[in-house]
């Protein structure tokens, strides 16, 4: 049995999930930079769902735009999977399961030193952005924006930690048209990876005492086998 803790993150350790935040906090920028003219037609709302609670606070289905930012991102991570070994994306051979990295030494607070062996495995992901407007037009100027914004900023996102990220293209929208907004989509690869280190001390523990677990089943089946398990 095996027992991996996520490592302390370095550079060139982020995952998917850091990546909609870091993209976030883009957007976020951006908003701030709008002047106050601007803000109602171009602040975008980023989310992981569309926030019809906001949208329709009645439940009577028609949409309420007062208040409600004419922009709305949605973001989903609809492929996650093994990343490759190759230059193409979810290509094959692929790492099917963490590898050694490298083998570290900590020495925490009171001088004591561990051996610490580090595990890696990439992963390849799709990130999805789907873009909502009021109108399709609306629709079509944000997605450019939003496009335009990623593409701008790829570079500097694979120089903070990411391995590679490529603009993949559009795609469908879940809904076209959802309360009163108009959609339009697009994909982007991201490849990622992930370190976790083993921690030997707790694996042996562990492993002990599910032997003791294990010896206990044996003997209690051996002795009684309608009873155990």
Not at 62 to 67: D, V
Not at 126 to 133: H, I, K, L
Request: glycine share 6%; with cysteine; charged share 25%.
């Amino acid at each position: 049995m095996t027992q991996l803790k996520v490592a302390e993150k370095k550079p060139h350790l982020y995952d998917v999930n850091d990546f909609l935040k870091i993209f976030g906090l883009v957007l976020e920028v951006y908003n701030k930079r709008l002047s106050a003219a601007d803000v109602k037609e171009k602040r975008i709302l980023y989310t992981a769902s569309f926030p019809d609670n906001i949208i329709n606070p009645t439940g009577t289905g028609e949409a309420t735009m007062e208040n409600v930012p004419h922009n709305i991102v949605v973001y989903s991570i609809p492929r996650r999977e093994n990343g490759t070994l190759s230059e193409h994306a979810f290509g094959t051979p692929r790492e099917v399961r963490p590898r050694q990295r490298e083998e570290i030494t900590v020495t925490d607070a009171n001088g004591h030193s561990q051996a610490r062996t580090i595990y890696g495995k990439w992963y390849d992901n799709t990130v999805r952005f789907e873009c909502y407007s009021p109108s399709l037009e609306q629709a079509n100027d944000l997605i450019m924006r939003v496009e335009g914004i990623y593409e701008v900023h790829a570079p500097w996102l694979e120089s903070i930690g990411f391995i590679k990220t490529i603009y993949s293209g559009r795609t469908t929208p879940t809904y076209p048209i959802r309360m009163g907004y108009h959609a339009q989509a697009f994909s982007v690869y991201l490849k990622t990876e992930r370190q976790w280190y083993r921690d030997d001390t707790i694996i042996t523990s562990i492993e002990a005492q599910v032997n003791e677990e294990i010896t206990s089943y044996h003997r209690d089946w051996q002795s009684n086998p309608s009873q155990a398990g």
